[in-house]
């Protein structure tokens, strides 16, 4: 039994060789451009960050305006005083001779010093701004070489995704000697379909799953607490998210080919939907934050997207009924003729 697997095993390890020689490749090229692709992975995160910020500030802003009054009640009283010192200093040092008129005149500078510095309190109060923002959230590192890491890892992710079609391709290569000559054709829609699916994937966890799930979790506590968030964590969080949704995105592709194949029928999917479900939830709990929104924004899409399968399977690879079944039918025909 081992000698017949010894071929299939061969060609197993070879096709595995030539997509981690591929990723590798990728990673050179991806690596050059660490920085860019860092920006871009850290945005959704930063966008959350600012967010948070401004509904911090406004809530600071409101404080802040319901003290006006008691503000400008404190700082006109000072400020009308120092007006009224300035300018009776400036009267006495005008009918006074020698040092005490110089002494009069320093006075009176230092009250127009603080009558001009009132006066900025007071427009400041008066606009209702606040002297400072509570918030002060940042994303930081807590290793030495954290940054450098960091920009492996980020460099590794992207390398991923250049390198997911040629993955794709030697993947149809190991399972096209079983396949018939019509079939071996598909090898085409199979990489272009699988590579913008998982695309379509990563961009709808990018642009949709991330920015509510973000802001929920950091707006979650920072009126206690200021989010200082390690970048290590970040990233490897990030990519996991990315590459569930991509992964899971690739469900109506495979399909189709399992279809193809003949490995499965509508009937097969639909028997399963129910114990399918209790998956995709469970995957959506392990593969997001744990808040219920974004767990739903990944667990919705890919209820939508099994059933998109199960009508893609449907089309490609219907349930027959049963030879028995058809007899069956048959001699119910015709005793009913008869």
């Given at each position: 039994m081992f000698e017949e697997l010894r071929p299939h095993l061969a060609e197993l390890r070879k096709r595995l060789g030539l997509s981690v020689l591929s990723v590798f490749i990728a990673f050179i090229v991806t690596f050059t451009f660490h920085n860019q692709i860092l920006t871009w992975i850290t945005q959704p995160l930063n966008d959350a960050l600012v967010q948070v910020g401004r509904i911090i500030e406004s809530q600071d802003k409101a404080t802040w305006k319901m003290k006006q009054e008691e503000q400008n009640l404190t700082v006109s009283?000072?400020?009308?005083?120092?007006?009224?010192?300035?300018?009776?200093?400036?009267?006495?040092?005008?009918?006074?001779?020698?040092?005490?008129?110089?002494l009069l005149q320093k006075a009176a500078a230092s009250a127009k010093e603080l009558t001009q510095l009132l006066s900025d309190m007071e427009n400041n109060s008066s606009n209702g701004l606040s002297p400072h923002n509570t918030f002060n959230g940042q994303i930081t590192t807590h290793q030495v070489g954290g940054a450098f890491f960091v920009a492996l890892k980020v460099s590794f992710f992207a390398a991923l995704l250049l390198a997911?079609?040629?993955?794709?391709?030697?993947?149809?290569?190991?399972?096209?000697?079983?396949?018939?000559?019509?079939?071996?054709?598909?090898?085409?829609?199979?990489?272009?379909?699988?590579?913008?699916?998982?695309?379509?994937?990563?961009?709808?966890?990018?642009?949709?799953?991330?920015?509510?799930?973000?802001?929920?979790?950091?707006?979650?506590?920072?009126?206690?607490?200021?989010?200082?968030?390690n970048i290590?964590?970040?990233?490897?969080?990030?990519?996991?998210?990315?590459?569930?949704?991509?992964?899971?995105f690739e469900l109506p592709v495979f399909a189709y080919f399992l279809a193809l194949l003949g490995l499965v029928t509508d009937r097969t999917l639909k028997d399963f939907f129910k114990y399918a479900i209790v998956i995709i939830f469970l995957i959506a709990a392990l593969l997001t934050p744990p808040?219920?929104?974004?767990?739903?924004?990944?667990?919705?899409?890919?209820?939508?997207?099994?059933?998109?399968?199960?009508?893609i399977v449907a089309a490609v690879n219907p349930e027959k009924p049963d030879e028995d079944e058809e007899e069956d039918e048959s001699d119910e025909a015709s005793s009913q003729k008869a």
């Open positions: 009283l000072p400020s009308k005083t120092a007006a009224e010192l300035s300018k009776n200093l400036d009267a006495a040092s005008k009918e006074t001779n020698g040092k005490l008129a110089q997911m079609p040629y993955i794709l391709y030697q993947l149809w290569l190991f399972v096209a000697p079983g396949l018939y000559s019509h079939e071996k054709k598909m090898v085409l829609p199979f990489v272009i379909g699988g590579s913008v699916m998982f695309l379509v994937g990563v961009m709808f966890a990018y642009y949709i799953v991330t920015p509510f799930g973000f802001q929920f979790l950091i707006t979650f506590g920072a009126f206690l607490y200021t989010p200082l968030i290590e964590d970040y990233v490897g969080f990030f990519t996991k998210i990315m590459l569930g949704f991509g992964l899971a808040d219920i929104l974004t767990q739903l924004l990944m667990a919705a899409p890919l209820v939508i997207l099994y059933g998109v399968s199960i009508l």
